[in-house]
């Protein structure tokens, strides 16, 4: 080894934590930290002066009042048929989204192209991110970030027309590709908006498919069971499209005779049966774990009376049913 050279190994000799630093590293150093604070000031400039990124106001809310808040949203909504499909009319200009394992609370709903609306966002759950892409053109895209335990208000305006895609970009579990809802943009006659306190549904079952029963009320339910009596087997489907996406049970209710099978067969991803309320002397236990697209569960029910179950992720979406035996 020459002299020059120097094992990693040793420690060098001399001071040589002291030496002059060479005037080209000076120069390289300064226009270093002079560009580091230029696009550090750029950036706090930005979010005063720039349309990009989002600021808004953040309230400490407690999980279950967010949630609340998300269902008075929901029944004092008005509802449009867009293609077929069922979206939220706001009651006014405050749209609330609730994110949860894994699905969008609040969602679909439809705006008005240039209108100023205040975006409630809030997580049920664990954190979760908001990414809004117009449909025709996925480079453009909202990014923000849901924290359990905050609601972060949020102004947003919409000039072109269309469907948007909100995904979550932040990983939340097993069921993280699969938590997508939508919104359009477009203009629409007037809806007629605010809660109906005629809603025949809310008697039926203790309230059980109301807000007031566990997680949000359940729009599938059109007020009465489905009748099959008579009938030795009756299917269930769990995940069916509904409340929003593939968050119901269909039928929602059905009445069945002692002695029938009901065959619950899932027809979308991460979806579990727990029971809420049966009669007494039955035993179902339902099914604890999430369970997937052609997963099944068979159980005859014997004992008369009302059985009263949900889904443990997508209960906020109003995702529960009831099997009533006669």
């Not at 499909?85 to 894994?102: F, I």
């Not at 923000?144 to 102004?155: K, N």
């Not at 909100?166 to 605010?194: A, I, K, L, S």
């Amino acid at each position: 080894m020459s002299d020059d050279e120097h094992s990693p190994l040793e420690s060098p000799e001399g001071n040589w934590w002291n030496q002059k630093v060479n005037r080209r590293e000076s120069i390289w150093l300064g226009i270093s930290g002079a560009w580091a604070v230029s696009m550090f000031g750029w950036m706090l400039g930005w979010t005063q002066v720039g349309e990009q990124n989002q600021t808004g106001q953040t309230y400490e809310v407690s999980t279950e009042r967010f949630r609340q808040k998300v269902q008075s949203f929901k029944e004092s909504a008005g509802t449009l048929e867009v293609d077929g499909e069922e979206l939220l009319v706001p009651d006014g200009n405050d749209v609330y989204v609730g994110a949860l394992q894994w699905a969008w609370d609040g969602l679909p709903v439809v705006l008005r192209p240039g209108e100023t609306y205040k975006f409630h966002l809030g997580a049920y759950d664990v954190q979760h991110g908001f990414g809004v892409r117009p449909e025709g053109n996925l480079s453009k895209q909202i990014s923000l970030q849901i924290l359990p335990g905050y609601e972060w208000v949020v102004e947003m305006s919409f000039d072109e027309t269309g469907t948007y895609h909100v995904v979550c970009n932040e990983f939340c579990g097993v069921g993280h590709r699969t938590m997508h809802g939508t919104f359009v943009v477009r203009d629409h006659e007037p809806v007629e908006t605010g809660s109906s306190s005629e809603d025949s549904s809310n008697a039926a079952y203790d309230g059980w498919f109301t807000s007031d029963g566990r997680g949000g009320a359940t729009d599938s339910f059109g007020g009465s069971p489905t009748d099959a009596t008579g009938q030795s087997e009756v299917t269930v489907e769990v995940g069916a499209e509904g409340n929003g996406g593939p968050y119901a049970f269909a039928p929602t209710a059905v009445q069945v005779s002692s002695g029938t099978t009901v065959n619950f067969e899932w027809v979308s991803d991460n979806h579990n049966v727990l029971v809420e309320s049966q009669p007494d002397g039955a035993g179902w236990q339902g099914v604890e774990s999430f369970e997937n697209e052609g997963y099944s569960h068979s159980v005859t029910f014997d004992e008369q009376g009302v059985y009263k179950y949900y889904c443990e992720p997508h209960v906020g979406m109003g995702m529960k049913g009831v099997v009533e035996v006669v």
